[in-house]
């Protein structure tokens, strides 16, 4: 367009040298004169056409040229824009959305199976009369009552049977009927079943944690379904504690029995039983008696007056307050009255017994004045100290109160010095009796498997020395004391009993008791702690009619140790052998140092040489 | 020239497209193939979940306690099976001048070399009797000989965990053969004894081999040494690391 007029006026000009006066002869040149013809209406049309042409040409262009940007954007430079349709499956990812629970060897305790659900749309169901009748056939445990009115009512979703095997599936499948589909879920499956039942807990039918661990780590297993939850639980002490605790309970005719097997070095439960247990797959109903008993954790729910057992912080208050030594001496031939109560001892003792004596044969008058001595707002702080008066740390939901008196009066503390007066739960007993014998440090107990090189959580609440005393006192115990049928050979074994008996509305039961041991081995230097509590055994012949802690709950123990040494690596070791006896060594006299090379008969039942069997008489 | 472009160009069109068309279908193809791929993984993976929890389920310890009792003749080890490695006494070097009881000897070279395990087992018909014979046998034999004899003689002693019921009866025969020769020869007085103490139902083979093994092993040392040791010490010195072993496995019963 700029070039026509230039063009249109070169066509004149270029004429205008032709002009020669002999002009007849226009066409012997090469430039048309008519070119030289003014503006017609037909240039006029042709120019703007072309006008518009170049603009529709630009358009185009313009067009064109951005979809090939954004063609060349998409395909070569963003790749991220569309996701890819396919991705390869994740190899070590287990298709589903709750995570396993193992325990610390990596056995299954508790995984999710998928199963099929059947559901079903009663809109799309024309005949529900023959849908339900021909359901109820292929599904048996169906009632066709109630399908019927579930596939005729007007809702456009009803479940008809949740997770089904797969002979069901196929069952349901072959009918082919119009409106009933399947639905992917999960089911979770635990193949330890009862074994493990208090401590993994159990789901609901929407695999929602309902119980145990399965409910208060309910988040972690689900935001992380493809790492599996490991626990310090091992399921062969698990077996071995519940087939022993079982064994007792039928022995002695009890109702219940509860047992732990701790780590005193960093606070792990290794096996914690409750019996009775129940199936986690078939929960018992709330309102079943037997099941709520079923149900009910007696090893960290329950709280329990421990009797005994608790003079073992008794003593650990007294010799740790500095004011008592081993070697003193208290008044255990006077019954102490107070109020309407008269507090005496299980066995009246006809001279007065030192500290040693004291723990070794379970005087309640003795520990009664040890507790007076040291005085009521150091035993509340000490108790405190070691956490008995408040929830374990352990990761239940079923983590009970201790029962604290409020106030604590001088009765109370009185009383608690020989374990009545106060609740606590076992695993409480356990936590702060660990603390006791392992160097004074109270680890907080856990189920999670602890990380090998991670430092273990604790705080230091007893002196080592007390600790110390308290090792040998707890071997005095099993070698002379009240608990001689706790004693496996070559584990080392000591402990307290503990006899409690229980309140029945407001008085106490004298034939209803709760009987325990805590045994912890090797007590050279000791690692596990096995503990054993019977609800209310029955004496038997065998025992001449007892059913105290030393009868019921101490050969248990014993069992249980005997059978654990070897699988956790405890290495047996020589009763008789100089550096045991001079670690655990203590006689009745509070003396520590045991008395010149030949050692004590009493003291080393089991030598080595002994090649007649050992007088067995108060063995049992 | 301008038609020849053309046709070029309309080629490497033609080519391109034929190109891309061929290596899409390849990609769909490919993507079918990852998609059914993937549903088998997901399968397997199923699959291996519910196998793992079938493997647990059948590694019970309760069902597997069971098993063990009705298949197994083994019992929970005991704390007195366990020996600290230093208390193990090193194989002793047999004498050159043993002819007589050269095969016996070989036995026991073999006995002292393996874990402790084979001849356990190897061991346990040697407790045909009833309970109390098996018991009265493990004493006797941990009373007595430990003082006196050298290597593998904790090893009579160790039958006592099983039970009497854990008669092996192939194993029990192929120690005894080449033995039972030897046997009369020179059985020393020590087994003598226990021998007649247990009552013998009437295994020949089986009752010979057992004081056999004992006696072979008692050859390399003086027989002179027996009764003496006997009568003056039942119990192991300290130094004699071999009796501690024996006294450790065999008499804390």
Redesign the interface.
């Given at each position: 367009m700029n070039d026509q007029p230039p063009g249109f006026e070169s066509a004149p000009g270029g004429s205008a040298p032709g002009l020669t006066p002999g002009g007849p002869a226009p066409g012997a040149y090469g430039v048309p004169p008519p070119a030289s013809k003014p503006r017609t209406s037909l240039s006029v049309a042709l120019e703007r056409s072309r006008n518009r042409l170049m603009v529709t040409a630009a358009m185009v262009t313009l067009v064109f040229t951005a979809i090939g940007i954004k063609l060349v954007d998409a395909t070569l430079l963003s790749h991220a824009s569309e996701p890819r349709q396919r991705m390869a499956a994740e190899i070590d990812a287990p298709p589903v959305n709750r995570a396993d629970i193992v325990d610390r060897n990596g056995n299954l305790l508790a995984t999710s199976l998928a199963t099929q659900s059947l559901y079903a749309d009663p809109k799309l169901i024309s005949r529900p009369d023959e849908v339900a009748k021909k359901l109820s056939v292929a599904l048996p445990e169906l009632d066709y009552k109630e399908l019927y009115g579930k596939l005729s009512g007007e809702k456009r979703f009803v479940w008809i049977k949740r997770n089904l095997t797969p002979k069901q599936q196929a069952a349901v499948f072959r009918l082919g009927l119009p409106g009933v589909y399947f639905e992917r879920e999960e089911r979770r499956f635990y193949p330890a079943s009862n074994l493990t039942s208090h401590i993994v807990g159990f789901t609901g039918v929407d695999n929602n944690g309902l119980s145990g661990l399965e409910q208060s780590m309910n988040k972690r297993l689900v935001n992380e379904p493809n790492k599996p939850l490991q626990l310090s639980i091992d399921l062969r002490l698990q077996h071995i504690l519940k087939k022993e605790l079982a064994a007792t309970i039928q022995e002695f005719s009890a109702i219940g029995a509860t047992g732990i097997i701790f780590d005193v070095r960093n606070g792990e439960v290794l096996s914690m039983v409750s019996l009775p247990d129940f199936d986690p797959h078939d929960p018992p109903a709330l309102n079943d008696k037997a099941g709520q008993d079923a149900l009910f954790n007696r090893a960290t729910l329950g709280v329990y007056e421990m009797g005994s057992t608790f003079k073992i912080f008794n003593t650990a208050m007294s010799l740790d307050s500095g004011k008592i030594k081993v070697t003193d001496v208290f008044d255990t031939t006077h019954n102490v009255s107070v109020g309407r109560f008269t507090i005496r001892e299980y066995h009246p003792f006809h001279h007065n017994l030192n500290v040693a004596e004291i723990f070794q044969e379970s005087s309640n008058l003795g520990s009664l004045h040890m507790a007076l001595t040291v005085g009521v707002a150091a035993q509340k702080a000490f108790l405190t100290k070691l956490g008995l008066t408040r929830p374990t740390a352990l990761e239940l939901p079923e983590n009970g109160w201790p029962l604290v008196p409020n106030p604590w009066r001088e009765v109370n503390t009185m009383t608690i010095a020989f374990g009545h007066g106060m609740s606590v739960s076992p695993m409480h007993t356990v936590t702060a009796a660990a603390s006791a014998i392992n160097g004074g440090v109270l680890h907080p107990p856990t189920l999670m498997k602890r990380d090998p090189v991670a430092e273990v959580p604790g705080e230091q609440v007893i002196a080592p020395q007390t600790s110390a005393m308290m090792r040998r006192l707890f071997r005095f115990v099993v070698t002379d004391g009240t608990a001689k049928a706790a004693n496996a050979k070559g584990y080392v074994v000591g402990g307290k009993t503990g006899t409690a008996e229980k309140q029945k509305g407001r008085h106490y039961e004298r034939n209803s008791r709760m009987s325990s041991f805590l045994g912890a081995f090797p007590m050279n230097d000791p690692r596990y702690i096995v503990y054993v509590l019977v609800d209310e055994p029955k004496g038997t012949k065998q025992t001449y009619g007892f059913a105290t802690g030393g009868w019921v709950a101490a050969p248990a123990v014993g069992r249980v140790v005997k059978q654990i040494g070897p699988l956790l690596g405890v290495p047996p070791v020589d009763d008789g052998s100089p550096e045991v006896i001079n670690a655990t060594y203590i006689n009745a006299a509070g003396q520590t140092t045991p008395p010149g090379p030949p050692p004590p008969p009493a003291q080393s039942k089991g030598s080595t040489v002994a090649s007649v069997p050992p007088p067995s008489g108060k063995q049992r | 020239m301008k038609g020849k472009s053309a046709l070029f160009w309309l080629g490497l069109a033609a080519a391109a497209g034929g190109v891309l068309f061929q290596t899409s279908y390849e990609v769909q193809e490919l993507?079918d193939k990852?998609?059914s791929?993937?549903r088998q993984?997901?399968d397997e993976?199923?699959a291996?979940?519910?196998l793992?929890?079938?493997?647990?389920?059948l590694?019970?310890?309760?069902r597997l306690?069971s098993l063990a009792s009705q298949h197994l003749q083994l019992q929970?080890?005991?704390?007195?099976q366990?020996v600290?490695m230093d208390v193990v006494p090193m194989r002793p070097v047999p004498p050159p001048d043993a002819p007589k009881a050269g095969d016996g000897l070989k036995n026991d070279g073999k006995r002292d070399g393996v874990a402790p395990l084979p001849p356990m087992v190897r061991l346990a018909p040697s407790a045909p009797g009833t309970a109390v014979a098996a018991g009265s046998n493990a004493?006797n034999n941990?009373?007595i000989i430990p003082a006196s004899l050298p290597s593998g003689m904790g090893t009579p002693a160790k039958p006592a965990p099983i039970k009497p019921s854990a008669l092996i009866p192939g194993a029990g025969k192929a120690p005894a053969l080449p033995t039972a020769k030897a046997a009369p020869a020179s059985a020393p007085t020590v087994k003598q004894v226990d021998v007649a103490a247990r009552p013998m139902p009437s295994q020949p083979v089986q009752t010979a081999s057992v004081p056999s093994t004992v006696k072979s092993l008692a050859v390399p040392k003086p027989p002179a040494a027996q009764p003496a040791a006997v009568a003056a010490a039942?119990?192991?010195k300290a130094t004699d690391s071999i009796g501690?072993l024996v006294?450790?496995l065999g008499?804390?019963?």
């Open positions: - | 993507e990852l998609g791929l993937n993984i997901m993976q199923e291996i979940q519910i793992k929890a079938e493997w647990s389920y590694n019970d310890p309760t306690e929970p080890t005991e704390a007195r366990f600290a004493t941990g009373g039942p119990a192991p501690v006294a450790r008499a804390n019963r």
